[in-house]
């Protein structure tokens, strides 16, 4: 759940650090709506990279090993956008600006393909957790998956409103001083905002370093080897979780 905390807080900032970009000088020499959705859209290419690249690779790198890469991928993607340079550059020096955000383009696309690999494997990990437990405890039931997933993923709306908190704070204390439009103060919140992320994402990586492998994860491919079973075919995976597989994608359209 943490690493989606973490993700979550850079993921969405990004909506708050812009504004000052959008409206200020010299960023908005370069910087209009369009770049603005496009940068904003880097982050959404990358998770669907991830989403895939991870969801086929999860079962051969297994749970431990995915999750270190994601948590690494993050870290150095947040580190080059903490870094984004030149900032703050002279105005109408076009070649700075875009070269700026052009490295956070290209951060933020790194940093979202990592974020998509979280998604299938938090989701896998927190599922095969609960069903250990479960059968640990013996009198337990599977029932609780549902729930620890939820929470898992719950924790995206607490790294949302952290970010939120974040910037607002840091726009009070300019505003007090009159200096919000300032270069080097709208330069100085960005890399303020952007390195906190950092904190999180260190934190969370010696835990994923030291943490051993899933155990349902293990028997599963210990019981392949020894039984020879071969992974469930698409057709074979739509017809048992077909309902689900439609309900979920749907709901967020509707």
Known sequence: GFGLFSESYLLFIFNQVSGPFLQASPW?????????????MASLLGIVVGMIA????????????GSIITNVL???????????SPAPFPAGDDKACNQFFNWIFGAYFCFGVGVGGEYPLSAS???????????AAKAGT???RGRD???????QGVGQNIGNL???FLTLSCARSGTCENPATVATNYRVAMGISLIFLLG???YRLTRTESRQYEQMKKKRAKEGLKTPGYIAIFKYYGFRLLGTPGGWVF
């Open 166 to 168: 974040v910037f607002f």
């Open 142 to 144: 599977y029932t609780k």
């Open 125 to 135: 990990i927190a599922s095969e957790r609960t069903m250990q437990q479960a059968k």
């Open 204 to 206: 969370l990586l010696p």
């Open 74 to 84: 993050m870290l150095v993607s947040a580190i080059f956008l903490t870094a984004a």
């Open 54 to 65: 991870f969801g086929f690779a999860a079962d051969t790198l297994g749970r431990r090993l």
């Open 28 to 40: 908005n020499g370069c910087y209009d709506s369009n770049r603005d959705a496009n940068t904003k």
């Open 149 to 155: 997933v939820l929470l898992t993923f719950a924790c």
